[in-house]
């Protein structure tokens, strides 16, 4: 059986979507699922060695079926990333990372993984996690913003639609103005 693995900022985060995905298995044949989040010190991030190491242990469970792993944010897939490169490529090749959205799609594929659905069919899952929550809100009905994919366009480029996809450099912190300086509390020496 297929494992899993969930790279996130936030351990809290990544332990509560598995408790989620896991509570609609009843019975054996639970997939084995790791979490590799957050920093030692308890603050948010994601530390590609921990992410190798959650792959690593992840691939033995597996006995050679396959990793899929499910992302919270943009630089959790360059932590992930970048843990591939320290493992065996052995293992690095029977590792999937996923685009799906996390609890959706780890849901998804705890299932379908539960269910002795091999790397791929687990993926395809994940990716499709979206689907019933897409279909029961229904697409263009009022006030429903559809998932669809972004228009076609380099990054960052306006169009009547909307914005093509992130601008490069974009991140989930938020960025000092430029010819701003940030405001240093009293208290500080």
Do not use: F, N, Y
Not at 19 to 39: C, D, I, K
Not at 155 to 181: C, I, L, M, N, Y
Request: with cysteine.
């Amino acid at each position: 059986m297929i494992s899993l693995v969930v790279v996130s900022h936030s351990r809290t985060l990544a332990e509560a979507a598995v408790e989620l995905a896991t509570q609609m298995l009843h019975g054996p044949g639970r997939p084995h699922v790791e979490v590799a989040a957050g920093l030692d010190d308890g603050r948010l991030g994601s530390d590609a060695a921990d992410v190798a190491r959650a792959l690593a242990r992840s691939d033995a469970a597996s006995d050679g079926a396959g990793v899929l792993v499910l992302l919270d944010l943009g630089s959790a897939v360059l932590s992930a990333e970048m843990a591939l490169e320290l493992l065996d490529p052995a293992v690095a090749g029977r590792v999937r990372l996923s685009d799906a959205p996390l609890v959706e799609g780890l849901l998804a594929a705890v299932v379908t993984a539960a269910g002795g659905g091999g790397l791929e069919a687990c993926a395809r899952e994940a990716a499709a996690g979206l689907r019933a929550k897409s279909q029961h809100l229904g697409a263009g009905a009022p006030g429903v913003v559809a998932g669809a994919a972004a228009p076609a366009g380099p990054p960052g480029v306006a169009s009547p639609e909307g914005t093509a996809g992130p601008r490069p450099g974009v991140t989930a912190r938020p960025r000092r103005r430029p010819g701003r300086h940030p405001r240093r509390p009293s208290s500080w020496p």
